[in-house]
Structures are given as structure tokens and as C-alpha cells.
């Protein structure tokens, strides 16, 4: 089928299930205007899958899941369906509901999600609008609501990182996703009132935390 790269691993902390989101692929998802993807769930450490994206529709899929909710088999899921917005699910994936209030036209854009695994109820969704001013949003309260963060440049976000020992928020941007200028590395300190570039450089595709010595 159509969904050959995988493209997220979420496991289960407590009894070892796998969420997996998949898409076509680079190659084909320019030609497809990354508008193929769905998520994949095994109850038996990868020996058998089976779809669980029903409500949800195809765009490639940013997958996060929040292990601390619910109970395992039925857990939070959050997905960023590009050209569709933010999608939730609280059953493990048996069903998908749309959260893109106060995203507006932006919610096609919807690239990369963070949960901040301090607060669950803290989400950030990042856009690409591959060129064309992206940026950056916040929920307060599980996805209910999204608000603009307008100190955040209009970038094209990669990556959506958390250091819980500092409370900082990291997020890597570019100035355009196809063809990056200018980008680098934004820190919050404030939950996403002010930002600080920290690293100058124009395509940072991802950053990870060291969490025995998040500094």
C-alpha cells in the first residue's frame, strides 16, 4: 500500500503497546502534498498491526502519545494530520476526534505536536507552510482550544522538544522548509511568552534532551 515509511514510534510504558504513524515517504508525499498517512497499533510487541484511524483522515501523521493518561489499551493520542489539523483520540486510537479550535485556516498546516510531559493538558502545534509563514500554537487545556504564540517567528517548525528540569520549551524552525535561509534552535523559559534563539543555523531538523543532564 501507500503507507511504506514509518515515520513515529509511541510505546506504552506499562504494558509495551506500540503506536506507529506512517506515510508514503518523502519521495511521493510532495507528489501526494503529504496528504497520505494514517497510525498503526500492535498489542503484541509488533508481531501483528492493525489500523486505528478511524475518524481520522489521511495526511502524513506527527504521533505523540500521553502515557500517563487513561490506562494502558486505552491512552491519549495526538496526531497532526498535515492538511487537516490536530486530531485527538482518548481510546487508544479506536476513534479520532478533530481539535483545531482557534487554529482557523492554519489547521491545514499542522506539522509537528509536543505534549509537555510536566502538564499533559500543554500542547504545542507547530506549521509548515513551507514557506510561507508558518508558526507556532499553544493549548492550554488538552487541545479544547489553540492559541497563537506571536513572539514566535513565522517559521516552518521541525522539531518540539521539553526539558521538565528547567521548564524550558525547545522548538527548532526554518525559514522555509523546502529551501532554508535562516533558522536555528528557539528556547522558552516562560511557556512560550518570549522566545531566545540559542543555536543560528537555518535547518535545524531535530533536537533531544539529555535527561540526566537536560543542561
Do not use: M
Not at 171 to 187: E, I, K, P
Not at 192 to 211: L, S, Y
Amino acid at each position: 500500500d501507500a503507507y511504506d515509511a514509518a515515520k513515529d514510534i509511541e510505546i506504552d510504558p506499562v504494558n509495551g503497546d506500540i503506536y506507529l504513524s506512517r506515510y508514503d515517504g518523502v519521495g511521493s508525499a510532495y507528489a501526494s502534498d503529504f496528504g497520505i498517512g494514517q497510525v498503526w497499533k500492535s498489542a503484541d510487541k509488533g508481531n501483528s498491526w492493525q489500523q486505528i484511524s478511524a475518524g481520522l483522515p489521511d495526511g502524513k501523521p506527527d504521533l505523540i502519545l500521553d502515557p500517563a493518561s487513561g490506562s494502558p489499551g486505552s491512552r491519549t493520542l495526538y496526531v497532526a494530520s498535515y492538511g487537516n489539523g490536530g486530531y485527538k483520540s482518548t481510546n487508544s486510537g479506536t476513534s479520532w476526534s478533530a481539535i483545531n479550535n482557534g487554529l482557523g485556516a492554519n489547521a491545514r498546516f499542522a506539522w509537528k505536536i509536543g505534549i509537555n510531559p510536566s502538564n499533559a493538558q500543554e500542547l504545542y502545534l507547530g506549521l509548515n507552510t513551507f514557506g510561507a509563514g508558518g508558526g507556532l500554537y499553544k493549548s492550554t487545556n488538552s487541545g479544547a482550544n489553540w492559541t497563537k504564540l506571536t513572539n514566535f517567528p513565522a517559521y516552518d517548525v521541525l522539531s518540539i522538544k521539553f526539558d521538565t528540569a528547567n521548564n524550558y520549551v525547545y522548538v527548532a524552525a526554518t525559514d522555509n522548509f523546502d529551501w532554508s535561509t535562516h533558522g536555528g534552535l528557539y528556547r522558552s523559559a516562560d511557556a512560550g511568552i518570549t522566545w531566545t534563539k540559542i543555536f543560528d543555523q537555518p535547518r535545524v531538523a531535530d533536537v533531544e534532551i539529555q535527561p540526566t543532564n537536560p543542561n
